[in-house]
């Protein structure tokens, strides 16, 4: 074993002697236990029933897509666990999450409508040709209202943008956010006659409410028309879809069918976005069809763009039309891709790059003429975007900036991932969380114009963005106002389609300070080695980290809940309850299923009365895609679960637990990011080597402040993905559109 941090004591790891409890407790201090440890074997330490499913048979939710059950390449993530096409009905109860969902899009169509009045969209699309420019234009001018979606207009001029605010003494009046209103649900007689549809087709009739709210009132008519719009649910995959229309259609659907050549081009790019792509290489989008057994992939391509069913880019092609020029361009530059993605992604995407260009042109500030003289404040003065970049101590600097503007009487606001990340920061900090910062749930004031009343606003966790989140958050935000993305770029990127902060920092779109203030202490070191590609020795003398080395995943299983359950607790003073398990995915046999199973039968074992949870589960609630809140059960009753969630109490549905909640001692990565405990026991087996990445394991690794264990089985593929493997590229656009903005000249 190489590159470990010392202190521990790598070797063959001691038989376990299930059944003698006090041999068990001396071999724990010999070569091959946890590191001076002082652990006694749980009584039921071996997990006996972990059979690949959660102790209450939760579904592999949280985004799971059918077959994958690492996170490593941006699938999980967190994101909602409606992953499964057996579903239960919405019914009309509305959850917290679906009215905090129709809060989002209520803000961004009043975002939308406040364009529109001023006199058309933003100008965006300038590397658009042809028919997607037209697509592009035509989507604008239905979404703003000011169109039929039957014409295809040219879009509008930009709107001039409201006057940067003058400087005041005093924050000036702001209207409050207005409240987060219902979700719509379908209509009963909607829902029943989409029941029917399903039932005659031999679908799951569980999938009518989804269907419903998803297609409209005429929804049981679409069905019948186009059988494979049943692919716009999540969870159902091209088999299913395609049993469900020969069941109506019979001999009139074949694989070549444009219904169904359109509907899985789209589906192609929503699985593509699941896994972090706003766009995809045309060439990808029909291999995939091809896979899929559509006759003539390239034709239906057309036929998806020319239906208006995705747009096409052709992002860095050289516009001159000098004949000279074109042909130097075929004979020394690489062919320009054709990319291809959906409206929702591709208008957010240009959105977002217009939006940051608006704030990166805004010029000195004289309000911060006082400022304290800081990198980030002098930053901040002269330019209206700036990235901040550093790892879990450089919070601090971010969170000192926005003291720093409340001191010369601005207003500012710092806004964070999760509630663990915002409650790290210290009750004295008036922040937010991201999700509460654009539902309006107790944000700032919004102006007459319905964006924020902020002069500064600090985005803490900023590679958490994904591009609709950021469009979101952009709009949002005045003229004059100073927005700072602060992160570490070394952690996973978001779970959503995107990679905001790294495609920001990419472009060069803003001035970029880069924190001095180093992650102290063992875990600090261990992890900032880990960021430059180093797994390097620290020096260990409080075991503040531990290396565990396991043979195989069963011995995983109970060397983890033995560190869990006892070792950690009796050694630091860390209860149960506030350690977290990491581990690379869903299934395996010492996957998050697994490891619940086996720490719920240690820690809080019960029959699972309540919908396969008892009071006192801890659990992973997926209120909404690309959220994961940790929590504990506390009651059950008629309406469904009820749950304390970082010190709120929250109700899931019973038509809601089983498609966003799990058990959650343990967790995935893409879970964790954006929280810390004060213990963290990674978990990687032997099946684990395949999907680590440096980001994942800098990730995972930081997740404990002040105890780490490591339960290692996968001998030398640890270093050699902190080393050699990068996270897995994504198809972006962000970047390119920055730039061309950025290098326009400004009208």
């Known amino acids: 074993m190489t590159a470990l941090p010392r202190g521990e004591t790598p070797g063959p790891s001691a038989d376990d002697d299930r059944d003698a409890s006090a041999s068990a407790a001396a071999e724990d201090l010999e070569p091959g236990g946890p590191a001076g440890l002082p652990a006694q074997p749980p009584e039921d330490a071996e997990a006996d029933g972990p059979d690949g499913q959660d102790a209450g048979g939760a579904p592999d939710g949280a985004g799971e897509t059918e077959g994958e059950d690492t996170d490593a390449g941006g699938t999980d993530a967190g994101s909602t666990a409606d992953g499964s096409p057996a579903g239960g009905d919405a019914g009309a109860s509305v959850s917290a999450a679906e009215a905090e969902l129709a809060a989002q899009r209520e803000l961004r169509a009043r975002i939308e409508q406040r364009k529109a009045e001023k006199g058309g969209a933003i100008e965006a699309g300038g590397k658009l040709s042809g028919t997607a420019a037209d697509l592009l234009a035509a989507v604008r001018a239905v979404e ?436 977290r398990v990491i581990t690379v995915g869903h299934g395996g046999s010492a996957g998050t299923r697994a490891l619940n199973a086996a720490l719920k039968q240690r820690l809080n074992p019960g029959p699972g009365r309540f919908g396969g949870f008892d009071p006192g589960d801890r659990v992973a609630h997926a209120p909404a895609p690309g959220r994961t809140v940790p929590g504990t059960v506390l009651s059950a009753d008629a309406e469904g679960l009820h749950l304390e969630c970082e010190g709120e109490r929250v109700l899931v549905p019973k038509d809601r637990v089983e498609t966003t909640l799990r058990h959650g001692w343990a967790l995935t990565a893409h879970q964790a990011v954006g929280m810390r405990w004060p213990a963290a026991v990674v978990v990687l087996p032997g099946d684990a080597a395949g999907a680590l990445d440096r980001a994942w394991v800098y990730t995972a690794f930081g997740r404990g402040e002040r105890h780490l264990s490591v339960v290692h089985g996968v001998d030398q593929a640890l270093p050699r993905a902190v080393s050699e493997s990068l996270p897995r590229p994504r198809t972006t656009r962000l970047r390119a559109l920055l730039e061309s903005l950025l290098a326009a000249p400004e009208e």
């Not at 605010?165 to 829902?191: D, F, K, L, N």
């Not at 208008?347 to 260009?357: I, P, V």
């Open 144 to 579: 703003s209202g000011t169109s039929s979606g039957t014409a295809f207009f040219d879009s509008p001029a930009p709107a001039p943008r409201r006057p940067a605010p003058e400087p005041a003494s005093s924050a000036r009046p702001a209207a409050g956010p207005e409240p987060v209103r219902p979700a719509r649900v379908a209509a009963p007689e909607t829902v029943a006659a989409v029941r029917a549809v399903l039932a005659e087709g031999g679908a799951p009739e569980a999938l009518a409410a989804r269907v419903a709210a998803l297609l409209g009132e005429t929804a049981a008519d679409v069905l019948r028309e186009d059988p494979w719009q049943l692919l716009s649910v999540p969870g159902v995959r091209p088999e299913q879809a395609d049993g469900f229309a020969r069941a109506l259609l019979g001999a009139e659907c074949g694989p070549g069918d444009e219904r169904r050549t359109v509907a899985l081009v789209g589906w192609v790019l929503q699985r593509a976005a699941l896994q972090g792509h706003t766009a995809l290489d045309a060439a990808e989008v029909r291999a995939a069809l091809a896979e899929h057994a559509v006759p003539a992939p390239e034709e239906a391509v057309r036929h998806a763009i020319a239906e208006g069913a995705v747009l096409v880019f052709h992002d860095g092609a050289d516009e001159d039309e000098g004949g000279a020029g074109e042909e130097a361009a075929e004979q020394d530059a690489e062919p320009v891709p054709v990319l291809l993605g959906l409206d929702r992604y591709a208008l957010a995407e240009e959105s977002l790059a217009d939006g940051l260009a608006r704030l990166a042109r805004s010029g000195p500030d004289a309000r911060w003429r006082d400022a304290p003289p800081t990198d980030l404040t002098r930053a901040v003065a002269e330019h209206g975007l700036v990235a901040h970049t550093g790892g879990e101590a450089a919070r601090g600097e971010a969170v000192a900036l926005a003291g720093a503007a409340r001191g010369l009487g601005l207003r500012a606001a710092v806004a964070a991932y999760t509630e663990n990340g915002r409650r790290r920061l210290g009750a004295d900090v008036p922040a937010y969380t991201l999700t509460g910062l654009l539902s309006g749930a107790g944000g700032p004031d919004r102006d007459e114009d319905g964006a924020l009343a902020l002069d500064l606003l600090v985005v803490l966790d900023a590679p958490q963005l994904d591009v609709e989140t950021a469009a979101m958050l952009v709009e949002a935000l005045p003229d004059g106002c100073r927005l700072v993305l602060s992160g570490d770029p070394g952690v996973l990127w978001s779970a959503g389609a995107g990679r905001v902060f790294a495609d920001v920092l990419a472009a060069r779109a803003c001035p970029q300070v880069a924190s001095r203030t180093p992650d102290s202490g063992p875990i600090g070191e261990l992890v900032s080695g880990i960021g430059i590609g180093e797994l390097v020795p620290v020096e260990a003398p409080g075991k503040e980290v531990v290396i565990v080395p396991v043979r195989d995943a069963g011995e995983a299983v109970h060397r983890t809940v033995q560190l869990v359950a006892d070792s950690v607790p009796r050694a630091f003073g860390v209860p149960a309850e506030e350690t």
